[in-house]
């Protein structure tokens, strides 16, 4: 069986040469055929100003509601696990390709790699509150500040770091269709899976499919569906991680 290529930031450039022609063929048709779908849908004529009202909605309820007591919490036990700022923000790509300020609570011991080199499972560079906050995705509610700023939706194609982009954008076709709409704090590729590290090129090619499926299809419906499977998710993974039982 043929063995998938891994991939290692910074890479070089995915060529002809490095992988067969019949399957650079099929994955050229299958982005193609993507695009030319994508390039005929067109959401509602409502759609947008309801999923702003949405956004602002959502981050208002969720900041008053749950971060005005959660963040001094988060914050104490972020200090005394580590030493650092409470607060991490990256540099990300948004709409357009216009990069914006990301904030999330920080997870990971300061260190010099955090704009360059991905996350991956026991990375020794998290924290122990780290480890909790990034499988709950707790440290991604700063998030709901993006949301309210305009940079970010609650629900889109997942925001990159700015060096990620560069490099995915050179490899990937249509990687970019991705940015003409506003990144989200969830979207289609994570309900189905695709959190974290991106270890293979195959992984990666099917988040770009999600993402353009899900601009293909947005609508509030959607939206909807895609919150409720992400709040979902969120608590199965963390009932796993405090019993130690993986659900089925």
Known sequence: MKQQTTL????????????????MASIRYMFQ???QQYLEHQPAAYYLSAKRIMDVSLS??????VMSWLTPVLAILIKLTSKGPVFFVQKRT???GVEFDCFKFRTMYVNDEADVKQVSINDKRITSIGKFLRVTHLDETPQFFNVLLGDMSV??????MVYHTR???ECIPYYNLRLEVHPGMTGMAQI???IGEISVERELRKRIQWDIY???NRSIGLDINILFTTFVCIFVKAYELITGKETK
Not at 8 to 23: C, V
Not at 155 to 160: E, I
């Open 8 to 23: 290692e930031l910074p890479l070089e450039k995915i060529t002809n040469s490095a992988i067969p022609q019949t399957d």
């Open 33 to 35: 055929e993507m695009n």
């Open 60 to 65: 208002l309820l969720f900041i008053t509601l």
């Open 94 to 96: 948004g709409y357009m």
């Open 155 to 160: 629900v889109g194609p997942r925001p990159h």
């Open 167 to 169: 490099y995915y954008s």
């Open 192 to 194: 189905k899976d695709y």
């Open 214 to 216: 899900y601009m293909k």
